[in-house]
């Protein structure tokens, strides 16, 4: 799904997911309905020392505004949430590479965040304690806004929300923050996979305990965050054993030397020759030793017959994959693939292209290595796949 950045905090980049521009004014919607509106105003009259007149919040235009003020003022506090993670996370140097909005909340990315259990769970908590903070701040704000009705709906139902987000992110499933606290809790006195097993478990589990309440509470919202949880927890546990199987391993451990290259003046006839003679169906494209762009079987299916004598390989090519250094980290470069949305990396040393690696180098490099149980001192050689 496409993001755009709107802007910077701290020198953090904050991006706008598509999906928010579409939920946003679906739920300030939902929040001007009349029953809405009902159950906040009930709620922050309980806490504010100054009563609001439900008649005066459900005439007219004022649902609306109401509900716009209150959707836009939700994220906000979930900017400031992942703020809150964002802050700590770079006071034990980690990389705040953006900060994104999205139908589900918010997404503070990380590069490198140090396996200790102690800065995780400091992280972890950053985030509801900013929510807490700013619910804190929304309900004094109470006692001094003026008596207007949409004023004191707006900052009252906010310090509910934000209040009710740090506790729900601390239920203990991923992607939540109480999951990453279980973790953190479990990597004490065990292995950091096996901890984050325990705790996608965990939160697979909540899952399923929240879709049951869902169905049966006709919460349709509820059930897709549900199941948004349980694949994420899954997906956490997965990227874990991952990281644990490749760790201390390099690109050059992993990478294919001997790639089949095409030129640009390449013509799709030819290529097609080299596929069916090769058996292979993605070329990178070479051009004086560099690499230009990649040319796949899919690219060249839409030429037309008479077309591919004169169709060359730089009409149809596609821009060149990602690329990195032999040395870097195999974690890393299973990483930028996955960013890239692509299946290879591209092996480049001092601008010479050595090689590539490729999804199906790290499938067979991955199904080795669980054969073998965890890696110790298992060399292997240059070129592997």
């Known amino acids: 799904m496409r993001s755009f950045e ?46 609001i007149d439900i008649a005066v919040i459900q005439s007219g235009s004022t649902p609306i505004v109401a509900g716009a003020a209150t959707a836009v003022g939700l994220f906000v506090g979930v900017l400031l949430h992942e703020l809150g993670h964002s802050w700590t996370a770079r006071r034990y140097g980690v990389t705040i590479s953006s900060i994104t909005l999205w139908i589900f909340g918010g997404m503070a990315h990380m590069e490198d965040l140090p396996e200790d259990w102690d800065v995780e769970l400091y992280v972890a908590l950053a985030g509801p304690a900013m929510s807490v903070l700013v619910a804190a701040v929304c309900y004094g704000l109470l006692f ?19 209040a009710v987000l740090a506790v729900f992110n601390l239920l203990p499933a991923f992607p939540m923050d109480g999951g990453r ?20 478990t965990v939160g697979k589990f909540m899952a399923i305990l929240m879709a049951v309440f869902a169905v049966f509470a006709f919460a349709p919202i509820l059930l ?13 546990s997965r ?46 494209v070479m051009d004086r030793g560099t690499v230009t762009g990649l040319v796949t079987l899919e690219s060249v299916r839409g030429i037309a017959p008479d077309a591919r004598e004169t169709t060359t390989v730089a009409d149809v090519m596609g821009p060149a994959p990602p690329s990195l250094e032999p040395d870097a980290d195999a974690f890393e470069a299973l990483v930028a693939m996955s960013a890239a949305r692509g299946d290879r990396i591209l092996v480049v040393e001092d601008g010479r292209f050595l090689g590539q690696l490729t999804a199906g180098d790290f499938t067979t490099a991955i199904e080795v290595l669980q054969g ?8 292997l050689p240059d070129g592997y796949a």
């Open 6 to 51: 709107i802007g910077r905090i701290t020198g953090i980049p904050i991006r706008l997911n598509i999906t928010l521009v579409v939920f946003l004014p679906l739920l300030a919607w939902l929040i001007s309905r009349e029953e809405q509106l009902g159950f906040y105003t009930d709620v922050v009259n309980e806490l504010s020392p100054q009563a």
């Open 224 to 236: 897709l965050v549900a199941m948004f949880v349980y694949i994420a927890a899954g997906a956490e």
């Open 372 to 379: 073998l149980g965890p890696r110790r001192e298992i060399d």
């Open 181 to 200: 606290v279980l973790r953190a809790l479990l990597a004490r006195n065990r292995p950091y996979a096996e901890a984050t097993q325990t705790a996608a």
């Open 239 to 284: 990227t874990t054993v991952l990281r644990d199987l490749l760790r201390g391993m390099t690109v050059r451990e992993l990478m294919s030397s001997d790639v089949r290259t095409v030129t640009p003046e390449t013509t799709v006839a030819e290529f097609f020759d080299r596929v069916l003679t090769d058996r292979t169906t993605a070329y990178p």
């Open 144 to 162: 001094v806004v003026p008596a207007q009705p949409v004023f004191l709906f707006v900052v009252g139902s906010l310090a509910v929300i934000n």
